[in-house]
Nanobody, 120 residues
Framework: VQLQASGGGLVQAGGSLKLSCVTSNGILSTNAVAWYRQAPGKQRELVASIGRRGNTNYSDFVKGRFTISKDNAKNTVYLQMNSLKPEETGVYYC???????????????WGQGTQVTVSS
């Protein structure tokens, strides 16, 4: 299983970025995929997930601002991030895991991460 995240960069507060996670062929039909982020000195936290059927879940701190989506034909999961805040600076990772229980469980399969920096 391979995942490759991209799309990070430097943006001003209130701005937008769209992240992409390219996965191995077939992963999106067998796994849920999630985006996590890790701020400097903090633990990695779940941002949003999308299931095999396209069902989505968001952490409260991004609801209404972030949108997760996927394109099975392109083996890609996206994270559209709007109204970004400086405290959302960090490395964003994608993970291919499982959400069959209703909660997302991360697997050992992580992308390499992409840096998002939000300036104030």
């Amino acid at each position: 299983v391979q995942l490759q995240a991209s799309g990070g960069g430097l943006v001003q507060a209130g701005g937008s970025l769209k992240l992409s996670c390219v996965t191995s062929n077939g992963i999106l039909s067998t796994n849920a995929v999630a985006w996590y982020r890790q701020a400097p000195g903090k633990q990695r936290e779940l941002v949003a997930s999308i299931g095999r059927r396209g069902n989505t879940n968001y952490s409260d701190f991004v609801k209404g601002r972030f949108t997760i989506s996927k394109d099975n034909a392109k083996n890609t999961v996206y994270l559209q991030m709007n109204s970004l805040k400086p405290e959302e600076t960090g490395v964003y990772y994608c993970n291919a895991g499982d959400d069959s229980s209703g909660m997302y469980y991360a697997s050992k399969y992580w992308g390499q991460g992409t840096q998002v920096t939000v300036s104030s």
